[in-house]
């Protein structure tokens, strides 16, 4: 899977990382401190993506379903919908919701990733759709909790996915990749049971 990453020389994004940390320790912005864990990474070696803008230019399928999936790394299913966001009082707007449960009741924040209605404005609001997600191979797992990490892969809405990204959430729409793989025919076959 190929989608739109943030890079440049390490040493460049050192340099920006040491400006922004300096920034932050003197009681800098929020934006500070993304610029900074973004700069971080990058200068590890790390690809940094923009969520918003890898799934824009991913777009959607002649159905109308994202091309793209995401969900926190521990989910085994993903569904897909539009709801209507907000407090209630005249400000709610249409959102596209990637969670980790069939309902809509109850949703912790720390279970769901919402879109902005214009990040996806073709994808098909009449349908919940549901995809089944990747499993990580245990060369590539972290060591910290599953839930701490994010999962992006090609939707594959009525089969398995093949090649997913596992991401760091560094704040707002900023993600660090931290690994890329193939999924075998076994480990595919494995997440056929999960249909």
Not at 19 to 24: C, H, L
Not at 56 to 62: I, K, S, Y
Not at 90 to 107: H, I, K, N, Q, Y
Not at 184 to 192: G, K, N, Q
Request: a positive charge; charged letters at 25%; aromatic letters at 10%.
């Amino acid at each position: 899977m190929n989608v739109a990453t943030i890079t440049m020389a390490p040493d460049a994004a050192r340099r920006k990382f040491l400006e922004y940390r300096q920034a932050v320790a003197a009681g800098g912005s929020a934006d500070d401190q993304v610029l900074m864990q973004s700069y971080r990474e990058i200068s590890r070696g790390r690809r940094v993506l923009h969520l918003h803008q890898v799934m824009r230019q991913a777009g959607v399928d002649d159905a109308g379903r994202p091309r793209l999936a995401i969900a926190r790394a521990d989910a085994t299913h993903c569904w897909f919908r539009s709801t209507h966001w907000g407090s209630g009082w005249g400000d709610r707007a249409l959102r596209w919701v990637f969670a980790m449960e069939e309902s809509m009741r109850v949703l912790n924040r720390r279970r769901y990733k919402s879109l902005p209605h214009a990040v996806l404005a073709d994808a098909d609001s009449s349908k919940t759709l549901r995809a089944v997600v990747p499993t990580i191979p245990p060369a590539l797992r972290p060591k910290a909790k599953l839930h701490n990490y994010w999962i992006l892969w090609e939707a594959e809405w009525e089969t398995v996915p093949t090649d997913p990204l596992l991401l760091r959430h560094l704040g707002r729409e900023f993600y660090a990749v931290l690994a890329q793989w193939d999924l075998t025919e076994l480990e595919r076959l494995v997440l056929f049971d999960r249909l």
